[in-house]
């Protein structure tokens, strides 16, 4: 007995437009059989209820309408079910390979001879009993008369005889019986990829996630700030403290019952920089104002975390912080149309000044692979300057609403 | 001011963030009331100033300032003052001062370690002058701003404004006598990169000289053909333009 014999009785896993009912059952399988004689058979039996009627108006004895119309019964059911059921039995009784490739094929062929067969012999008796029985008997004559001399008509009729002989003997199943395997070789391919692809999105999440780790000096200098203030304003220090502790439990890593980075959305990562500006502000007071602007129809949508506040902790590091005056940094999220647009600005000591032509700018560039692994070619990652030194770091995605 | 007056020690303090220059002042003043804080800087040019014309026996310094950062301060300063760093969390920096005997504070400061730090400092005033920490200094700084070996990104001005573009993105680079062009799938920039510093600080795998006046991203390269005047050219994917290729880059490319 052969392994796929099994799979044989469930419905290919892959999808197709041409195929309905139990042509979504492998073919020659019994599950395929018992639709395919179901839908058959139906046919079979309203074309010999119809027939029999027929014969019952125009005979005038009535018994040789009965027998006619049951050896058309079963004339036209051994032609509908023959090839079905030999090949069927070849293929969950032959273990799968060439063999069982090479026995079906010789099952088709007999079932055409079959087929061709009880067609002959169903007709010859019907025609038979039709220019014996029928009122119209004349006519009858006269029509095979004619047609005999008629090369054409003939050739017609061969076609059409040939090809009703190869669809009844389940000629269509019979190609799909060669084209499945390669089929399901495609889907499973297919399939293995799209896995791989979401398997490579979880492992650069997590990874980003791992590399987003809050910075030790950001931290300690936090700490140092908060006990600077605990004794002279003990609210703001609790205050901050309430910050720095949601800013660091996000920051670590969760994953939830799948161990797949959980998903958070965009409002809260935004309330998330709004902390983060927080604390920065009492450790850099006047030096650093900002304001964040986010559409309310863009709070709810799953974003990539750790993404944005990334943009924001450089425009800090690189922006505020190397400034003596400090500066202004702005937080923008918004939908134009289906797009995605997050801008983060600040005018701190400008592009050029503090990467001097160049820069290593790891963070962006782990962004940005974060955002091509999710997105696609439809995540831009945009960092620019204008002569005023203020430089912004912007996000579009485009149709992030689909 | 008590300048003339050898017994009291004169201070300076650099720290940028003010909550933590304001306690950290009040800490000392409790711990060491006979030392005289004569400035209190916010950046570290100011510093370096303020050591110049006070002319302090001791600066506490923060590794990480405003336009000028505590090592360099410290370099100015050379043997002129004792040095104290302090620092939230600098790994290198941290094992140097251990092994070079440096002074450090590490944020948040603890007031026993702060005592232990002035107790060793009174004694140093006492017995020793100021080292210069130039060559610990210089070794830090290599160690703190890592140039990276290879750049991601390129800072481009087009027009009136200055843009930073992915390598990935980047086609080629071309030299234009004073600049260096990059061209993308969908734009051209000018930056002031010279291919030569270019070629040190690019993935090489990544990008290949091909001339003494281009660079190319490999993935880009479509063919390289010889033309009807019998000289090479380099041909890249779904673009026209057509670039110029050395002799030696030719032997390299046909070895392949």
Redesign the interface.
């Known amino acids: 007995m052969s392994s796929r014999q099994n799979g044989l009785n469930q419905a290919l896993p892959y999808e197709s437009k041409w195929r309905w009912g139990y042509q979504h059952y492998p073919v020659f399988g019994w599950a395929w059989w018992r639709g395919r004689a179901l839908i058959f058979g139906l046919g079979v039996m309203m074309l010999t209820i119809m027939t029999g009627i027929g014969m019952l108006i125009d005979f005038d004895d009535k018994s040789v309408a009965v027998t006619t119309t049951i050896i058309f019964f079963i004339g036209v059911g051994g032609m509908a079910l023959t090839g079905a059921t030999l090949m069927t039995l070849v293929r969950t009784i032959v273990d799968v390979g060439q063999k069982q490739k090479v026995v079906i094929t010789i099952a088709f062929l007999i079932s055409l001879g079959l087929t061709t067969m009880f067609d002959a012999w169903s007709s010859g008796e019907i025609e038979r009993a039709f220019a014996e029985n029928s009122s119209q008997k004349e006519l009858i004559a006269e029509a095979s008369k004619v047609s005999l001399d008629n090369v054409p008509l003939a050739m017609v009729n061969l076609i059409t005889a040939f090809s009703l002989y190869f669809w009844l003997s389940a000629g269509i199943a019979f190609i799909r019986y060669w084209r499945e395997p390669s089929q399901l070789r495609a889907y499973f391919a297919q399939r293995e990829l799209s896995e791989a692809k979401a398997e490579k999105h979880q492992a650069q999440a997590k990874l980003s996630m791992l590399q987003a780790q809050i910075?030790?000096?950001f931290?300690?200098?936090s700490?140092?700030?908060v006990?600077?203030?605990i004794r002279d304003k003990p609210e703001l220090a609790e205050k901050t403290i309430d910050n720095l502790v949601d800013y660091l439990r996000a920051s670590i890593p969760r994953f939830d019952d799948d161990n797949r980075v959980q998903t958070v959305t965009l409002g809260q990562q935004i309330e998330l920089c709004d902390k983060y500006l927080e604390v920065m502000k009492?450790?850099?007071?006047d030096r650093l104002s900002y304001s964040i602007n986010v559409a309310p129809d863009v709070a709810g949508h799953v974003f990539p975390p750790l993404v944005i506040t990334s943009l924001v902790e450089n425009a800090i590091k690189h922006g505020i912080?190397?400034?003596?005056s400090g500066g202004t940094v702005k937080i923008s999220a918004a939908l134009e149309g289906r797009d995605l647009l997050i801008g983060v600005t600040d005018t701190g000591v400008?592009?050029?000044h503090h990467?001097k032509?160049?820069?290593?700018?790891?963070g962006?560039?782990n962004i940005?692979e974060q955002l091509a692994v999710l997105y696609g070619g439809s995540a831009k990652?945009?960092?620019?300057?204008?002569?005023a030194g203020e430089v912004t770091a912007s996000i579009k995605i485009t149709d992030f609403l689909k | 001011m008590q300048q003339s007056e050898k017994a009291t020690v004169k201070i300076i303090i650099a720290e940028d963030e003010l909550p933590l220059r304001q306690s950290f002042e009040r800490e000392l003043q409790r711990n060491w009331p006979e030392a005289t804080i004569v400035a209190s800087c916010a950046d570290g040019a100011s510093a370096i100033d303020a050591v110049k014309h006070l002319k302090p026996d001791v600066v506490f310094l923060d590794i990480r300032m405003p336009n000028k950062s505590g090592l360099e301060v410290a370099k100015a300063i050379g043997d002129q003052a004792f040095i104290v760093f302090t620092t939230a969390y600098d790994q290198y920096a941290v094992k140097a001062f251990e092994s070079g005997a440096v002074d450090y504070l590490l944020k948040p400061i603890e007031s026993k370690r702060l005592v232990g730090t002035i107790e060793r400092l009174q004694q140093r005033l006492e017995t020793q002058q100021p080292q210069n920490l130039e060559n610990l200094i210089s070794q830090l700084q290599g160690q703190l701003t890592p140039q990276a070996d290879t750049i991601k990104w390129v800072t481009a001005s087009a027009g009136d404004s200055v843009r930073m573009i992915s390598v990935d993105d980047i086609l080629y680079f071309q030299s234009d006598q004073k600049y260096t062009k990059v061209v993308t799938g969908d734009s051209e920039a000018v930056i002031r990169m010279s291919l030569k510093e270019l070629v040190s600080r690019l993935d090489g795998e990544q990008f290949w000289k091909v001339h003494r006046s281009t660079i190319v991203a490999a993935s880009a390269i479509h063919a390289v053909k010889r033309n009807e005047l019998g000289a090479w050219r380099l041909s890249l994917k779904d673009r026209a333009e057509r670039l110029p290729v050395s002799a030696e880059f030719q032997k390299r490319f046909k070895a392949l």
């Open positions: 910075e030790p000096h931290l300690f200098n700490l140092a700030s006990k600077s203030v009492l450790r850099l007071g912080e190397p400034s003596t400008g592009l050029s990467s032509g160049s820069s290593s700018g790891l962006l560039a940005k990652l945009n960092l620019s300057a204008d002569e």
